[in-house]
């Protein structure tokens, strides 16, 4: 079974430039998260799709960020324009349904983004 | 605000020793517990949940779960070189849909051998 994809893996950007990460979640997977973890914390959830509809949102800092999950499969997480503070790694996630107790996400490998 | 607390570490632990990492948890609403293993340089993936209080033992790794006391622990036996890694944890609320995982810091495990 293919795993969560992402690309890019790694980007380099300037403050105020923009950029997006892509995120393919595996095959029958309805939920769908975007995580950041900054180095030497834990992995901050942004934000969080049950097929293409937001479920959770509240720590997205929505002047800058945005995200979509179009056709309720793969999703694009953008920041426009990025600040030295968002350089972290992108982590996405997916689960079959919502979360039950038993609560397993599957990560992706991640996108580093180092802003200069 | 949910709020998940680990110590930093690095906890450093001899090889074939018990290893034990501890986890706080503010949001007495919180009904299950996960560890995540991370890898430097990887991407998280589940070691153990646990949802009732009390122990839940697989292979080496115990998890244990005291919600009166809003404290969640692993225990690691006989301790590898190869369980060096950082440990999450994280809890989740469950219901109203909006239950992604809120992850503590994690703790930097070391296996000295």
């Known amino acids: 079974e293919a795993g969560v994809a992402q690309s890019p893996r790694y980007k380099i950007i300037e403050k105020r430039q923009s950029v997006a990460f892509w995120c393919n979640p595996i095959s029958g997977h309805a939920t769908l998260y975007w995580y950041q973890q900054i180095l030497g914390q834990g992995p901050k959830l942004l934000i969080q799709f049950q097929n293409n509809g937001v479920v959770d949102d509240s720590q997205l800092p929505k002047d800058r960020f945005s995200a979509e999950r179009l056709k309720g499969v793969d999703s694009t997480l953008k920041i426009q324009p990025a600040k030295l503070e968002d350089s972290a790694v992108y982590l996405c996630?997916?689960?079959?349904?919502?979360?039950?107790?038993?609560?397993?996400?599957?990560f992706g490998e991640g996108s580093r983004l180092t802003v200069l | 605000q949910k709020e998940v607390e680990q110590n930093s570490g690095p906890l450093s632990v001899p090889e074939g020793a018990i290893a034990s990492l501890n986890c706080t948890y503010s949001?007495?609403?919180?009904?299950?517990f996960f560890w995540y293993r991370q890898y430097s340089g990887k991407s998280p993936e589940l070691i153990m949940f646990?949802?009732?209080?009390g122990d839940k033992e697989d292979g080496r790794f115990t998890a244990q779960l005291n919600k009166a006391s809003q404290y969640v622990s692993l225990l690691i036996r006989d301790s590898q070189p190869s369980d060096s890694a950082t440990y999450l944890c994280?809890?989740?609320?469950?219901?109203?849909?909006?239950?992604?995982?809120?992850f503590g810091k994690g703790t930097h495990l070391i296996i000295q051998p």
């Open positions: 646990i949802y009732s209080n």
């Open positions: 996630a997916s689960s079959l349904n919502p979360l039950d107790l038993t609560g397993e996400l599957f």
């Open positions: 994280a809890v989740n609320i469950l219901g109203g849909g909006a239950d992604g995982l809120t």
């Open positions: 949001d007495r609403g919180s009904q299950s």
